[in-house]
């Protein structure tokens, strides 16, 4: 266990759908990060949020939106969706003290889109 | 623009072998650097990573990986795989905004 929960691990919706991505960043993480994972396109880097507020933003398409709330965990929201929208969403978190320096996954999303 | 590029798309070893995976990067300075593996079906796992320091970098399950500045490059190693290092390996670079750019992919295949 990484300590970055994703809900739900596996997610099958029909095209045009919208559908809400979850994730829990590892205790005491302020950021989080989302990334999509897709056969042709790789690991690509959507958008990022600090403490509530959005940080960077990466290849995210207009129909995608995320937030965070002040609980820290995030949404990230996928509507109209297509058929090529089907991937992995990784959520990931960051500390930058101490020895866990650096970047969490979670274990991600499996979005199938039909 | 920031990039990550790693040649192999698919590595054959056999157990017991030793592994080199390449990796090279584009950035202006010093970038924070990273070796992930993904099991199939499964999250990234980090290896290990560099940031400065000691520029040959021990990770878990018996990785290692070389920072050489003069060639971009951030190869990991390993001196016998296992069967079970059968996975796909991702490098990943931090160019500073915080957020990671990774390169395509290695697929590790493992030969009985």
Not at chain 2, 45 to 64: A, C, M, P
Request: hydrophobic share 35%.
């Amino acid at each position: 266990d990484s300590g970055v929960t994703q809900t739900p691990k596996h997610l099958i919706t029909a095209t045009g759908q919208r559908v809400t991505l979850r994730c829990s960043p590892r205790s005491g993480d302020l950021s989080v990060y989302w990334y999509q994972q897709s056969l042709d396109q790789g690991l690509q880097f959507l958008i990022q949020y600090y403490n509530g507020e959005e940080r960077a933003k990466g290849n995210i398409l207009e129909r995608f939106s995320a937030q965070q709330f002040p609980d820290l965990h995030s949404e990230l929201n996928l509507s109209s969706l297509e058929l090529g929208d089907s991937a992995l969403y990784f959520c990931a978190s960051s500390s930058w003290t101490g020895l866990n320096y650096g970047y969490t996954f979670g274990s991600g999303t499996r979005l199938t889109v039909v | 623009a920031q990039s990550v590029t790693q040649p192999d798309i698919h590595i054959t070893v056999s157990e017991g072998a030793s592994l080199e995976l390449r990796c090279n990067y584009s950035y202006g300075a010093t970038p924070y650097l990273f070796w992930y593996v993904q099991s199939p079906g499964q999250g990234l796992q980090l290896l290990l990573k560099y940031f400065s320091g000691d520029t040959l970098v021990q990770g878990i399950k018996g990785f290692e990986a070389e920072f050489k500045r003069s060639q971009s490059s951030f190869n990991l190693r390993k001196p016998s795989v296992h069967w079970s290092d059968a996975a796909e390996y991702f490098c990943a670079v931090d160019q500073g905004a915080q957020k990671l750019v990774f390169g395509q992919g290695t697929r590790l295949t493992i030969n009985p």
